[in-house]
């Protein structure tokens, strides 16, 4: 488990020029710029249509990138915001009876102040050690296909409709977006901060002209 989030998807916002074939060189020149290793585009986008050339690795209703116009967001969206409805549903049948969880950047934050005392091994057993996440981590395990993301909890424990406009906030953008000169991340794992990316990333997406680009890559750190 990570002090801090690792970045898995990353959305690269690019010109209306770019082609299909020249998206993953034009994204990895910009994550590579970040200090992230490319390892190639994602199917991170629902798309409108299947058969045009404009879209990258389009498959099954899915694509790595194209034109804002043929990326259904809006139904990215929503679908995500009904998935995240069921999904805190079964969540608070499988935590009844337990108290409140502290989420895990507590305790990294207790790691970063005294690291002697906590090293970054203690802080992780102790968050897995509440019962509320053991419940959960004891879920995942009987239950792998539908896991409930212990990472989820302190958006989980905010109640219903912050988990169901987090999850349709967190559906387009990814851990991470390029946006023109701008890089946006979440500061850290702690709910506020990953509002404030979502917000921003939102509506950044939510201002490009139909016929700009969007490409997922998949990346890790350098480091």
């Not at 912050?162 to 999850?167: C, D, E, G, K, Q």
């Amino acid at each position: 488990m990570p002090a801090y989030p690792v970045v898995r998807t990353i959305v690269v916002c690019l010109p209306t020029n770019a082609t299909p074939q020249s998206m993953p060189a034009l994204a990895a020149t910009r994550l590579v710029a970040q200090q992230l290793r490319p390892a190639g585009p994602v199917g991170h986008f629902d798309a409108r249509h299947r058969l045009t050339r404009q879209l990258l690795h389009r498959y099954q209703g899915h694509a790595a990138g194209g034109p804002v116009r043929l990326l259904d967001l809006v139904g990215m969206r929503a679908r995500a915001a009904t998935s995240a409805v069921w999904l805190w549903h079964r969540w608070r049948d499988v935590v009844d009876g337990t108290r409140d969880a502290q989420p895990f950047p507590v305790f990294v934050d207790r790691h970063r102040d005294d690291p002697a005392h906590w090293p970054l091994s203690r802080a992780q057993q102790a968050y897995l050690a509440q019962p509320r996440v053991l419940a959960m981590t004891t879920y995942n395990a009987a239950y792998r296909q539908q896991p409930i993301p212990t990472s989820d909890i302190e958006a989980l424990q905010a109640g219903l409709n912050t988990y169901r406009t987090l999850a349709a906030l967190s559906a387009v953008p990814g851990d991470a977006l390029a946006a023109d000169a701008n890089w946006l991340t979440p500061r850290s794992g702690r709910l506020t901060d990953q509002l404030d990316y979502l917000h921003a990333a939102n509506d950044h997406v939510d201002r490009l002209r139909p016929n700009e680009q969007l490409v997922a890559m998949a990346a890790w750190p350098l480091a």
